[in-house]
């Protein structure tokens, strides 16, 4: 992403009002739009409905025929159900909340800076780190027996064997919250990154910083108000994720009680299969309490703006701002490192013999855990790469097409159009999936290729659409003029002069959806079926064995894939294209 | 509208199915040519808990060998909870879809055989009695494999591997002297241990059964757990338990704030010197884990000389499997001589037979007699009695209790 993302900034800004030349795709443009939306809001739609309905019920293969609310009164009266909801809330909120506030102290008081470009650099690839693999080397470094310990013991803490402190799975959800924080940096930093350009900031900062105000003040006072309005979205996108995230808390949530949505899963999965009323219940407290999230940051939202407004119409200069800095680049600068020990140390637990505590190391290296998993990562391998690749590719199809028609009709389809984009990443997917998965059997696409392919498209065609309308829009269409002006038609001047020219942004809008599929969870179970496995699932289903060894493979395995992904969308342009010197790496 | 042909389409799935269902004939398992060439080129989806490598690694072999003896593939479904399954069969049910399901053959006992017997989602009548390898079962010796959790087993699942609640602990830490040798006695080991017990977290089936063994151990009256639950006594029958594990819970692992989440976990929790004992349904485990570098070659094994639970685990399938013949060849292969041993093999699995070892010819009695049952292994004689499960609606009730105990126990 960091590179479609950067692609934005380079490319020339200002656009010229585009030429009508010839025809374009007639039918094939005319109806992607549509075809889009019902791609991104048919599923959700018809998914929501086959939550709701057992939710009130109505279930007919159990022989639930009547609408009823007991099974809402049901759910009031589950143990610690409250403290659930609030868990899930809270650990949203204060997921939220840290990284918008690290990132925004960084961003203000590094923006233009050498660190800034340093950060850019590192942050940008790891937001390819599925979320699972960046939990689970969050867990092997922080756990009483993780590295961290291991490094000081015994020579400074005096354990000869890990101390009994609750640290992950801990009853207040903190080290799921920074397992989050740690993987919502980078991604709240490149969503800023492709909208500072659209701010106009670096006046703006001359500005504040002549008055006499310090970065990070000219930065909030001046810069942010606009520049937290282009990313608003992508902030609920975060809030939304982090309230029903159920992989990251499975690995390093509360226990007792778990978050709501890991307790809905339970249910669901229960031998008593009536639960599923009960789940079906839940899956709706989730939506309210998602949505209760958002209410709540749209308060603070306000809050938030009242607090700038006080200090900014005070004056505050704020010109001494040395520690917020620091603590803005230590934030961002320890969740990178965060994501890259953690990946460092689940390389080494794969490949890894006998390792007790308190031994830094492992007495011995052996390749036992891989040999064993290779003949069975063959499958799982297979039907991650095939979704990945054809939901990335119909999503990136699907995007072009619309970005096409947009061109035809100059008409963008506004803030609405982006509402429905972001539609998938704000409702909670586990609302949606139960129903999703009850009409995939219906429909016979349970278990099927295509059937996951389209359950991943849902949430793989808003990144790629994000990830790929910046470059497109910001592209200098004067070349396209100048090309009308030698005689060439509008196909061939899409096709040699405008794809081309885009080709690495094109790409890298697929690795996005590439490693989007990939990190995948929920999707891959409910619609998978089990026939269907992935590298994330098989991840997430083999860390309930806690096997770190094995672990260690799969999670580090996950990560590697969207890394290569990135890698080709780097290098492929320049190979395809050698003859083009501006195409050059 | 969105609904109204969901309806639709589910009516004709529906439809489709029966007319199908009409026309395939069920495979009879007393004609076994009949079967074997019925299930050749057949992809048998097996589904079974994925948590453990090993065990993954012996239906690996397993699959491999049905393919050349029989032509039949087999699909390990990795489980993180066997559940799943029967969710799954339940969902297929649900949307009519009454033949080609997904599920052809499931790993399972207890409360999951309970419950798919009840909704009658299994193959029936008796398939398992007629599988040729049956002669072998050793039935008459081993009762749990007739009756699962006392719900007769009716030929509806055929036995796969045996099952004895066994304690581990690593000498190099731990005395040997001073382990405890009853619920009681654990009780005041973690008094003098604080931090260093735990259980995996109920519903995990071996937690659960941690439970029911300690339930066994205090009831006031046996026999009360050979029959369903009764509501109007449960709360007496279950007093001690509860007052037991009040006292038992703040003293274990995290303060009773956190559990692990099954054995494999807990045996990492052994290793890393976390937990000092730890239990496991598989009395090899520990051997098992020294022979793959898990577990340090310190390990030990033991038992209660009043008892622990045993069981028999089994595979069943459902009703609407898609390749219910290779199923059945599958389920016939797993209880063979050569994949029995195999299986009970430490280096391997370590999973202890269902075979009767005086049905067998002497070729393959030597098989198991061969098997290095490991360092860390007791032997059978040293194994304690065997204390029978309890009823599943006491599994079910007392989880229930649990959750409302312990379960927002933060």
Redesign the interface.
């Known amino acids: 992403m960091a590179a479609a993302l950067r692609c934005r900034e380079l490319t020339v800004q200002g656009t010229t009002p585009g030429i009508e030349t010839g025809a374009g795709f007639g039918p094939l443009t005319r109806h992607a739009p549509a075809l889009t939306i019902a791609v991104l809001v048919g599923p959700i739609l018809f998914g929501f409905l086959g939550t709701l309905l057992p939710a009130f019920g109505y279930l007919p293969g159990l022989g639930g025929m009547t609408f009823t609310l007991s099974h809402f009164a049901d759910l009031t009266d589950v143990p610690g159900i409250w403290r659930s909801v609030g868990l899930s809330l809270v650990t949203g909120l204060v997921t939220t909340l840290i990284s918008l506030l690290l990132l925004m102290l960084f961003v203000g008081g590094h923006l233009g800076g050498r660190l800034f470009g340093l950060m850019r650099r590192l942050l940008a690839p790891l937001l390819a780190v599925p979320h699972a693999a960046t939990a689970f080397g969050l867990a092997f470094l922080i756990a009483p027996s993780g590295e961290i310990v291991r490094l000081v013991s015994p020579w400074l803490t005096g354990w000869s064997r890990p101390p009994d402190l609750f640290i992950i799975h801990d009853s207040m959800g903190l080290s799921m919250i920074a397992g989050l924080v740690v993987k919502e940096i980078p991604f709240l930093f490149l969503v800023t990154l492709a909208a500072l350009p659209q701010v106009p900031h670096a006046d703006s900062m001359r500005l504040g910083r002549s008055l006499g105000y310090g970065r990070v003040a000219s930065f909030t006072y001046l810069v942010w108000p606009s520049l937290y309005r282009q990313i608003r979205l992508a902030v609920l996108a975060v809030l939304a994720y982090a309230t029903s995230v159920v992989d990251v808390a499975l690995i390093l949530g509360p226990q007792l009680p778990a978050t709501l949505p890991v307790r809905l899963i339970e249910w669901m999965n229960d031998p008593d299969l009536s639960m599923r009323y009960l789940a079906s219940a839940g899956a709706v407290l989730q939506l309210l309490t998602t949505l209760a999230a958002i209410m709540i940051w749209l308060g603070l939202e306000r809050l938030g703006g009242v607090l700038v407004a006080a200090f900014r119409d005070r004056g505050r200069r704020l010109a001494r701002d040395g520690a917020a800095r620091s603590l803005g680049l230590g934030g961002v600068a320890l969740a990178a490192l965060t994501i890259v020990a953690g990946i460092l140390i689940l390389a080494v637990w794969s490949v890894a013999g006998l390792w007790q505590f308190p031994d830094a190391l492992p007495s011995s290296l052996t390749g036992r855990s891989w040999m064993r998993a290779v003949p069975r990562l063959v499958e799982p391998l297979t039907v991650t790469l095939a979704v990945a690749t054809l939901s990335a590719g119909l999503a990136v199809l699907l995007t072009l097409l619309c970005l096409e028609r947009e061109n035809e009709t100059r008409n963008s389809g506004g803030t609405r159009a982006l509402m429905l984009l972001y539609l998938p990443l704000i409702v909670p997917q586990i609302s949606f999936l139960f129903g999703m998965q009850y009409c995939a059997i219906l429909g016979g696409l349970d278990g099927s290729l295509s059937g996951m392919v389209i359950a991943h498209l849902v949430f793989v065609l808003p990144y790629v659409f994000l990830s790929l309308s910046d470059p497109w829009r910001s592209y200098d269409r004067r070349y396209e003029t100048i090309a009308a002006g030698l005689g060439m038609g509008r196909m061939r001047t899409v096709f040699r002069i405008r794809l081309p020219m885009l080709s690495r942004a094109i790409l890298t809008a697929f690795a996005v959806g590439f490693a989007v599929s990939i990190g995948q969870y929920l999707p891959t179970v409910m619609i998978g079926a089990g026939r269907l496995t992935t590298i994330t699932s098989e991840a997430v289903a083999l860390s309930a064995g806690g096997n770190r060894r094995v672990i260690g493979v799969y999670a580090f395995l996950q990560t590697i894939l969207p890394f290569l992904a990135f890698a080709i969308a780097t290098a492929l342009p320049g190979l395809l294209f050698r003859n083009r010197r501006g195409l050059r790496v | 509208m969105?609904?109204h042909t969901?309806?639709l389409?589910?009516t004709l799935?529906a439809g489709l199915a029966w007319a199908t269902a009409a026309t395939a004939a069920e495979p009879d398992p007393s004609d076994w040519q009949s079967v074997t060439e019925a299930a050749r080129g057949q992809t048998v989806?097996f589904?079974a808990w994925?948590?453990?490598?090993n065990i993954?690694?012996y239906l690996?072999w397993a699959g491999a060998q049905m393919v050349e003896q029989y032509g039949v593939t087999v699909?390990h479904?990795?489980?993180?909870?066997?559940?799943?399954?029967?969710?799954?069969v339940?969902?297929?049910?649900?949307?009519?879809?009454d033949e080609g399901g997904?599920?052809d053959l499931i790993w399972i006992n207890g409360?999951?055989f309970a419950?798919m017997k009840r909704?009658g989602l299994l193959l029936s009548p008796d398939w398992t009695t007629k599988l040729p390898n049956w002669q072998y079962i050793d039935y008459e010796n081993k009762p749990t494999i007739l009756t699962d959790f006392t719900i007769a087993t009716d030929g509806l699942e055929s036995p796969w591997g045996g099952a004895k609640l066994v304690f581990f602990y690593d000498t190099a830490?731990t005395d040997s002297d001073g382990l405890p040798d009853s619920a009681e006695d654990l009780l005041a080991w973690a008094e003098e241990n604080?931090?260093r017990f735990s259980y995996p977290?109920p519903p995990d089936f071996i937690g659960s059964s941690f439970l029911k063994q300690v339930l066994i151990e205090v009831i006031d009256d046996k026999s009360k757990l050979l029959k369903p639950v009764d509501e109007a006594t449960f709360e007496a029958d279950t007093a001690p338990l509860f007052a037991y594990l009040d006292k038992l819970n703040p003293l274990l692992?995290?303060?009773g704030?956190?559990?692990?989440?099954?054995y494999?976990?807990m045996?990492?929790?052994l290793?890393?010197?976390?937990l000092d004992i730890i239990f496991a349904f598989n009395p090899s485990e520990a051997s098992s884990g020294i022979a793959a570098?898990?577990l340090?070659d310190t390990v030990r094994s033991f038992t209660f000389s009043g008892g622990t639970l045993g069981n028999t685990h089994f595979v069943a399938i459902p009703y609407n499997a898609s390749a219910k013949a290779g199923a059945l060849v599958l389920a016939n292969f797993l209880i063979s001589p050569e994949a029995q041993a195999r299986k009970q093999d430490p280096a391997i699995w370590g999973d202890p037979t269902v075979l009767s070892m005086d049905k067998l010819d002497a070729a393959d009695r030597a098989r198991f007699e061969a098997l290095d049952l490991g360092i860390a292994t007791l032997r059978p004689d040293e194994l304690g009695p065997a204390l029978d499960e309890p009823h599943p609606s006491w599994m079910?009730h007392i989880e229930g209790e649990w959750?409302?105990r312990?379960?927002?126990?933060?």
């Not at chain 2, 990795?78 to 799954?88: F, G, P, Q, R």
């Not at chain 2, 290793?271 to 976390?274: F, K, L, P, T, V």
């Not at chain 2, 312990?406 to 933060?410: E, K, L, P, S, V």
Request: net charge neutral; proline share 5%.
């Open positions: 969105r609904i969901c309806l389409s589910a799935a989806y589904n994925g948590g453990s490598e993954n690694a690996e699909v479904v990795k489980l993180d909870d066997t559940a799943n399954a029967v969710a799954k339940l969902a297929e049910k649900t949307a009519g879809k997904s599920v409360e999951n419950s909704q830490r604080p931090g977290q692992w995290r303060g704030k956190a559990f692990p989440q099954n494999p976990d045996k990492q929790k290793a890393d010197g976390e570098g898990e340090p079910e959750l409302r312990y379960g927002a126990a933060n």
